[in-house]
């Protein structure tokens, strides 16, 4: 297993940026593929963004590409998520995820492992 927590969450104002981190503890970080979620109120998961165990092979959500930018440092068991030129509509609960499928994925039913989410405020 792996435990995930996230950092970096907060208030900005439009146009802004925030870099969210992942730190991840328990078993080899390495081996999972990462991804980002979020979540606004009651909508559904969406898609942000996700990657390679090794950290490549990026991709990215319709509403995010371009402005986001994922990364990992698997020496420091830490995923991250450059954000920016924040929107209003980025408002959300982000969500770090682990999924054994090394690859990455968008679907957020195959991730096995959680974090418990921080808050991101963008206000216009």
């Known amino acids: 297993q792996v435990q995930l927590a996230e950092y970096g969450g907060g208030l900005v104002q439009t146009g802004g940026s925030l870099r969210l981190s992942c730190v991840g503890s328990?078993?080899?970080?390495?081996?999972?593929?990462m991804g980002w979620f979020r979540q606004a109120g009651e909508k559904e998961r969406e898609f942000v963004a996700a990657?390679?165990?090794?950290?490549?092979?990026?991709h990215y959500g319709e509403s995010t590409k371009g402005r986001f930018r994922i990364s990992r440092d698997n020496a420091k068991n830490t995923l991250y998520l450059q954000m920016n030129n924040l929107q209003p509509e980025d408002t959300a609960v982000y969500y770090c995820?682990?999924?054994?499928?090394?690859?990455?994925?968008?679907?957020?039913?195959?991730?096995?492992?959680w974090g418990q989410g921080t808050q991101v405020t963008v206000s216009s």
């Open positions: 995820a682990a999924t054994t499928n090394s690859i990455g994925t968008r679907f957020p039913n195959l991730y096995q492992y």
């Open positions: 328990g078993e080899a970080f390495s081996k999972y593929g």
């Open positions: 990657l390679r165990w090794a950290g490549d092979a990026q």
